[in-house]
């Protein structure tokens, strides 16, 4: 995907988060996100936007920025402070050459990294937000969540081995979406993802909607939205470690 496909997709994903964490109130828990209520999820994700936008004004080899605090303000006074955290985003991205340099937590040290991030971040939290809300959840367009797929594959897990969270995998899982022409396998320490599908222990199919979800375990197996075929154990142990943050 081009940033501008990004980047709409990101403004489409804001405005919907936007419109809920108006209407929505602060109280109501986000049974995707246990532990918060709609409130620590709108703060969050406003939090979130003020780094990605200090992000792309540092240079690659400057200092990681600093998260900004969390607000202090519930109900349509967050939903304004989101806004303008999630506008100035946009417009930063909009000033910005997709290959300008920046900072980022991978790969590519360049704009375009933050224009998908946040992209896939509202994805996922409009999911969780719309689920707390009572709304039935939009569906990621099929060219979002492959993408959000790949970026889960082939940034997120190997960094999570990178950075020693998890050891790399002893079992092997392939993901096949089912409106999609693209495959992966989760295997070993994530830097062969395009290898192997055929000799995956494992394979997991189902829409890149529901399987960008299981991915960040918004769903799971149980809730039969996707298929496992092969050796079960093996697609569980993948699909149980943390390789997402």
Do not use: K
Request: aromatic share 6%; glycine share 6%; charged share 20%.
């Amino acid at each position: 995907m081009i940033p501008p496909q990004l980047v709409a997709r990101l403004a489409d994903g804001v405005d919907s988060f936007h419109r809920l964490l108006r209407s929505t109130p602060p109280d109501v828990p986000v049974v995707t996100c246990p532990g918060w209520d709609v409130s620590a999820l709108g703060q969050h994700l406003t939090s979130i936007h003020g780094w990605a936008t200090a992000a792309l004004r540092t240079p690659p080899d400057g200092p990681e920025p600093a998260e900004p605090a969390l607000l202090d303000v519930t109900g349509p006074d967050l939903a304004t402070e989101y806004v303008f955290a999630a506008q100035l985003l946009l417009d930063t991205l909009d000033d910005l050459d997709p290959d300008n340099p920046c900072w980022a937590f991978g790969p590519p040290q360049r704009a375009a990294f933050w224009a998908r991030r946040q992209a896939h971040e509202v994805a996922v939290h409009r999911f969780d937000l719309q689920r707390a809300a009572g709304e039935v959840p939009n569906r990621m367009p099929v060219d979002l969540a492959v993408d959000g797929i790949d970026e889960v594959v082939t940034m997120f897990f190997p960094r999570q081995v990178r950075l020693g969270r998890i050891p790399p995998l002893t079992r092997t899982l392939a993901i096949r979406p089912t409106d999609a022409e693209a495959r992966w396998v989760v295997a070993g320490d994530g830097t062969a993802p395009d290898s192997g599908v055929d000799e995956a222990e494992a394979t997991v199919e189902g829409t890149s909607h529901d399987l960008a979800l299981l991915l960040w375990h918004r769903v799971t197996l149980d809730d039969r939205t996707v298929t496992l075929t092969g050796d079960e154990s093996a697609g569980r142990a993948v699909l149980g470690s943390r390789i997402v943050p």
